[in-house]
T-cell receptor, first 112, second 113 residues
Framework: TQLLEQSPQFLSIQEGENLTVYCNSS?????LQWYRQEPGEGPVLLVT?????EVKKLKRLTFQFGDARKDSSLHITAAQPGDTGLYLC????????????FGKGTKLSVIP | DAGVIQSPRHEVTEMGQEVTLRCKPI?????LFWYRQTMMRGLELLIY????????DSGMPEDRFSAKMPNASFSTLKIQPSEPRDSAVYFC???????????FGDGTRLSIL
């Protein structure tokens, strides 16, 4: 069974601070997706990374896929209250496969 | 464009009652997923349909759970009889094909008393 561990589980920071959250596994994934989920809503896809070492930027968010494709990080610069939410990572096992393995998420609160 | 639509948004019922959750996927998407989310276990895949056919129901917890997809624009997840441990948020998601990004509905928050 492939498992994804996310850390920290909870994070509360002040507006303007930087933060990094992590997604780790002992298994190799062909791709890794990051979602943000706001209270009362479903997860919304932010990015997909597919190549070991790949870095993608989405405004103030920087996503990195580990060289061995077993881990990923999400860095947020100058966090804003609108960044508040549950950040989920999900690993995809292979091309053509539908199965996603989700981590339990990091719950981020950005305090104004 | 309309996203994945789920109903009801909230359901509170007593144990032993039948519960039916509904989902309308995005038009043109041929893959549909039902998930359950709890604090303890996170998001778990219950069942996956492709072209209205159940492909993988290994995540369905027990026989009390059943899912159908009678046509490309509608799916149901039924729990009968319901138990308090079924309390969770149930999400439906759809994608254009099985391995493409999944679009989630806003979920049904189910509470079994």
């Amino acid at each position: 069974t492939q498992l994804l561990e996310q850390s920290p589980q909870f994070l509360s920071i002040q507006e303007g601070e930087n933060l990094t959250v992590y997604c780790n596994s002992s298994s190799v994934f062909s791709s890794l997706q990051w979602y943000r989920q706001e209270p009362g809503e479903g997860p919304v896809l932010l990015v997909t990374v597919v190549t070991g070492g790949e870095v993608k930027k989405l405004k103030r968010l920087t996503f990195q896929f580990g060289d061995a494709r077993k881990d990923s990080s999400l860095h947020i610069t100058a966090a804003q209250p609108g960044d508040t939410g549950l950040y989920l990572c999900a690993g995809g096992p292979g091309a053509g496969s539908y199965q996603l393995t989700f981590g339990k998420g990091t719950k981020l609160s950005v305090i104004p | 464009d309309a996203g994945v639509i789920q109903s009801p948004r909230h359901e509170v019922t007593e144990m032993g009652q039948e519960v039916t959750l509904r989902c309308k996927p995005i038009s043109g998407h041929n893959s549909l997923f039902w998930y359950r989310q709890t604090m303890m276990r996170g998001l778990e895949l219950l069942i996956y349909f492709n072209n209205n056919v159940p492909i993988d129901d290994s995540g369905m917890p027990e026989d009390r759970f059943s899912a159908k997809m009678p046509n490309a624009s509608f799916s149901t997840l039924k729990i009968q009889p319901s138990e308090p441990r079924d309390s969770a948020v149930y999400f439906c998601a759809s994608s254009s094909t099985g391995n493409q990004p999944q679009h989630f509905g806003d979920g049904t928050r189910l509470s079994i008393l």
